[in-house]
């Protein structure tokens, strides 16, 4: 089952806009992760945040987390047409061993 | 290895056919996952391994579903008696342990006709 939900579903923005997705959960984290997937195959590791962490920095990617809200967001600053992907959050539940499940992701798309 | 790597890298089967998908992990990770997604979707959890044991398998389906991982590094999905609704890209993760990234292969897509 899916523990995570993102939101958008679907975001079509401007090359050089800045592009906000958010995912929300349910029950408590260790740690979130964010990937981006290209193509319905590989997906790609962008940043993990842990549960006593706020904020990170990733280049022009930058994951906020506020576990009082349950909730979760990924800014893509200036983005480029090869942002163009779907993007995922993955919750590893504090009452878990080391699972970790996926929400149902973000398409986003830049345009050129 | 460099990644994680999943083979074949596309698998079309009969139904009723017996499949068997491959993960090498990245060499040292202990944990490895399974995850199916389906077109539109995020992916599922299937089931997990710390070392060679499955401490997790409560994604799989149905009984359908196996999964192995003798020397705690290679693991082996294995479907029977496959059906359509198996059709799906089946991915692999490993990590080192709890709380650091998970990488994943490129998947094997997986066709049942």
């Known amino acids: 089952s899916q523990q995570g939900e993102e939101d958008p579903q679907a975001l079509s923005i401007q090359e050089g806009e800045n592009a906000t997705m958010n995912c929300s959960y349910k029950?408590?984290?260790?740690?979130l992760q964010w990937y981006r997937q290209n193509s319905g195959r590989g997906l790609v590791h962008l940043i993990l945040i842990r549960s006593n962490e706020r904020e990170k920095h990733s280049g022009r990617l930058r994951v906020t987390l506020d576990t009082s809200k349950k909730s979760s967001s990924l800014l893509i600053t200036a983005s480029r047409a090869a942002d163009t992907a779907s993007y995922f959050c993955a919750t590893a539940l504090s009452n878990t061993g080391n699972q970790f499940y996926f929400g149902t992701g973000t398409s986003l798309t830049v345009i050129p | 290895g460099a990644g994680v790597s999943q083979t074949p890298s596309n698998k079309v089967t009969e139904k009723g056919k017996y499949v068997e998908l491959r993960c090498d992990p990245i060499s040292g990770h202990t944990a490895l996952y399974w995850y199916r997604q389906s077109l539109g979707q995020g992916p599922e959890f299937l089931i997990y391994?710390?070392?060679?044991?499955?401490?997790?398998d409560s994604g799989l389906p149905n009984d359908r579903f196996f999964a192995v991982r003798p020397e705690g590094s290679v693991s082996t999905l294995k479907i029977q008696r496959t059906e359509r609704g198996d059709s799906a890209v089946y991915l692999c993760?490993?990590?080192?342990?709890?709380?650091?990234?998970?990488?994943f292969g490129q998947g094997t897509r997986l066709t049942v006709v």
């Open positions: 993760a490993s990590r080192l342990g709890q709380g650091t990234e998970a990488f």
């Open positions: 029950t408590s984290i260790n740690n």
């Open positions: 391994f710390q070392g060679t044991g499955a401490a997790d």
